[in-house]
């Protein structure tokens, strides 16, 4: 299995709604990636996790909330989202200490906020 | 400052052709260098991953090159098919206690019958 699943696909919230962007792989990578990525923009990353633990949090807005449960899930917590959020937004993992680990992505969740 | 730079930003060819796309880095201190590929609105998928030893990497009809001495690399994608339409990402990966990788911003290649 080398599938990184996101859910939902597509999600359309409004500025004042709590909403969540689930990841889910079962490769036994212990880096976990968020990264966000407007049109025709390369993505940018936004949070790491390694082994469960928050590594780098690339200076994101606090409406962006990650948690990580266990070594197999990586959520995204929205929380009074605006406009300007409205991107793909993908999850990766890799294994943690080999400097040539492959990143795999999901499919993305496409978020629009209205 | 580390950058990726690509080239073309967008390229058409016809069904069947060949083409190569450029990557330029100035990425340090260097790890490794992948291509992805990515068709809109869908998530990265590997294509290859070269490491400062490798020259050549072959994957099916696609084959990166990487010359570590002038921060260059290429991707050739040979006899190419309808499907090879999508952005192709260069990705440069450095060493800074873990892995920093710095995107470039993308070909977006069109196949055209």
Known sequence: ?114 | KNQVEQSPQSLIILEGKNCTLQCNYTVSPFSNLRWYKQDTGRGPVSLTIMTFSENTKSNGRYTATLDADTKQSSLHITASQLSDSASYICVVSAILGFQKLVFGTGTRLLVSP
């Open chain 1, 1 to 114: 299995d080398t599938e990184v699943t996101q859910t939902p696909k597509h999600l359309v919230m409004g500025m004042t709604n709590k909403k969540s962007l689930k990841c889910e792989q079962h490769m036994g990578h212990r880096a976990m990636y968020w990264y966000k990525q407007k049109a025709k923009k390369p993505p940018e990353l936004m949070f790491v996790y390694s082994y469960e633990k928050l590594s780098i949090n690339e200076s994101v807005p606090s409406r962006f909330s990650p948690e990580c449960p266990n070594s197999s899930l990586l959520n995204l917590h929205l929380h009074a989202l605006q406009p300007e959020d409205s991107a793909l937004y993908l999850c990766a993992s890799s294994p943690v200490g080999r400097a040539t680990g492959e990143l795999f992505f999901g499919e993305g969740s496409r978020l629009t906020v209205l």
